[in-house]
């Protein structure tokens, strides 16, 4: 059983940061890449980072995150981190981190496993 572990999430004013990290546990699995997902209430998962553990090979959604958050790897640790700054009222989700043995995507559905969440609160 592998468990992915999501922490750092919190309340912070509009303008601040916050690091959200990320670290699997239970069976080894060596990961292809790790990523980060938002969904905010009523709305659909959202895409916003992922990185590939070896090459750490980026991809970000460019609309609402690029330039304010920044993914990085351990990948000794299986671990991925979300540096987020500059954080906007709508940046308000819940953040889940997600992993996959073959893949790098933004699409969801391509991720083999998922952690539980962090929630993340931008107050204006």
């Known amino acids: 059983q592998v468990q992915l572990v999501e922490s750092g999430g919190g309340l912070v004013q509009a303008g601040g940061s916050l690091r959200l990290s990320c670290a699997a546990s239970g069976r080894t699995v060596r990961f292809y890449a790790m990523g980060w997902f938002r969904q905010a209430p009523g709305k659909e998962r959202e895409f916003v980072a992922a990185i590939t553990l070896t090459g750490g090979n980026a991809i970000y959604d460019i609309n609402s995150v690029l330039g304010r958050f920044t993914i990085s790897r351990d990948s000794a640790r299986n671990a991925v981190y979300l540096q987020m700054n500059d954080l906007k009222p709508e940046d308000t989700a819940a953040y889940y981190c997600?992993?996959?043995?073959?893949?790098?995507?933004?699409?969801?559905?391509?991720?083999?496993?998922w952690g539980q969440g962090t929630q993340v609160t931008v107050s204006s």
């Open positions: 997600a992993a996959d043995r073959r893949t790098i995507a933004s699409n969801p559905t391509r991720y083999e496993y």
